[in-house]
């Protein structure tokens, strides 16, 4: 078992109304801690999603754990080759390595808070999707900064399927 120890000696404290808000309905986030703030302890936001959005395609973290609770509404989310439906109060934990991806169940809303730790400095990766969103920059360019981010895109069978489900 490995412990990490953070390095701050400030409690951190972010109020709903200065936190950051990166894109709008259908998938807004919230950006919370980033790994500076906490010492390298975790790094946490909170994604909002309207009538079955999609909030991240199939990826791993090679160097972090990802946690996904669920505030409102239902939430899938692909863990390995399984896709795991939550609800309000739900908690997935995805080790390190383990493809995931995560979407609102299709009609429904969800709300997660999701943490990372250890802590990866992830602000900028949410303001440089935003860029691609806007055309700012392309979708390409993602791959570029996989490797800084720790966020390793990746095809899922089980997801698409999922996704693509008659009815959906």
């Known amino acids: ?13 972010v109020r709903e109304a200065e936190a950051e808000a990166v894109g709008r309905a259908p998938t807004t986030v919230r950006l919370l801690a980033d790994s500076s703030s906490t010492g390298g302890a975790l790094s946490t936001q909170r994604v909002t999603l309207t009538r079955g959005a999609d909030g991240a395609a199939p990826h791993r ?3 972090s754990a990802e946690m996904f609770f669920v505030l409102d509404g239902a939430a899938e989310l692909l863990s390995g080759e399984e ?6 109060g739900d908690l997935v934990v995805v080790p390190p390595g383990m493809p995931h991806a995560f979407a609102a169940v299709p009609g429904c809303d ?22 691609v969103a806007l ?18 895109f990746l095809r899922s069978a ?7 489900e008659p009815g959906r």
């Not at 089980?158 to 693509?164: K, Q, S």
């Open 135 to 152: 055309g700012e920059a392309t979708r390409e360019s993602l791959l570029e900064v996989q490797d800084r981010y720790d966020n390793h």
């Open 158 to 164: 089980a997801w698409d399927a999922r996704r693509r």
């Open 61 to 63: 973290h090679d160097g």
């Open 110 to 131: 969800a709300d997660l808070l999701i943490v990372i730790t250890p802590g990866v400095e992830r602000f900028e990766y949410f303001r440089h999707l935003r860029r």
């Open 1 to 13: 078992m490995s412990l990490i120890v953070p390095k701050f000696d400030e409690t951190v404290v």
């Open 83 to 88: 896709v795991v439906t939550a609800g309000p």
